[in-house]
């Protein structure tokens, strides 16, 4: 049997069960779906801690994860770069600390999750981690001594806590017509990052809405919000959108240990921005020596 077992197979219980294994535990990840089938595979995954409220935890969070993505970035892992962005938020965010440069403009890690999230499976994999494709109904089916409960928005209902709710986000993709910064405008919701063949348009967030399927009139909306704030973008061939509903929580982030398992949930649309940082926490509560 496992040492720990992950539920959950996002990028919170992904980079998780990457630092368990290669701390030498014996671990499980359980997920009913392959990673890109998870709500990290449709973010825009610009490091930013979109939506936050004040909170000294997420500092320290999203600065580990910011040190180790653009690590990653200097090692060439696949789909991680350091994206110059711009952000046009009147005030310093509250989480200026977590990076250096923080003002108007900054460097940020940026990462292509159809490409990242495999590697990083594969990564736990070669660490001696083993997946099952599975789903749980209650945390009693899970034989471990140790669990991780990293199952997002499903976190609701295994534990019972009200304050999870999805927060509906909605992206447009269109064909990079040269772009390399990031525009960022948190007052607006709206924002701008260029990848390798494209660029996300956003968007849209929508606190309670679990609707999946994709809006017209909004994808509209975005595409014209953004152009105005980019005209660069006038013209440029839309080539796909995404819906995915963001794990939030009323409270922030939800990461402590209870009995036998470690929450880990409630990240909403910050779940890249700080996951690293998460999973040493994660790591550090499992804590194998107490059994």
Known sequence: MADVIVVGGGIIGLTAGVRL???????????????????????????????????????????????EFAAQAHDGVPGVRMLPTINRSRTEPWWAPATPGVEMHFTAPAVEMEVYLPWLQERFVAAGGRVERREIESFDEVPAGHIVNATGLAAGRLCGDPAVHPVRGQVVLVRNPGLTTSIRDEERGLYVHPRSDDVVLGGTFEDGNWDLTPDPAAREEIVARCTEAVPELAGAEVVGEKVGLRPARHGGPRLEREGRIVHAYGHGGAGMTLSWGCAEEITRLVDLDKG
Do not use: I, N
């Open 21 to 67: 294994a290669e701390s030498g535990a014996s671990v499980e990840l359980w997920s009913p779906v392959e990673p890109a089938g998870t709500v990290s595979a449709v973010a825009a995954a610009v490091w930013f801690p979109s939506r936050s409220e004040p909170d000294a935890r997420l500092v320290t969070w999203a600065g580990v994860a910011y040190r």
